[in-house]
């Protein structure tokens, strides 16, 4: 997956989470699923891409960026 890609899908996420949460008074049980689901994707391709751009910062292939798990994402100290 190269950056536009990953930009690509991105901006698919947030569409649809903007979507749901537009309709927050009427969200189901099945949509805060899926926004919990959304942001956990987001943060795992945020991710993803912020490891391609620094391999390329640093003169390495990125390519060799790899995604990482949810948990490890998840537990990140912002």
Sequence with gaps: ???KSLLDHIHEL???EKTLRAAQHTVSSQDRQRLESIERELDQTWDLLRQRRAREEFDENPDGAAE???DDVESYLQ
């Design 1 to 3: 997956m190269n950056d």
């Design 14 to 16: 947030v569409a649809e």
């Design 68 to 70: 990482r798990k949810v």
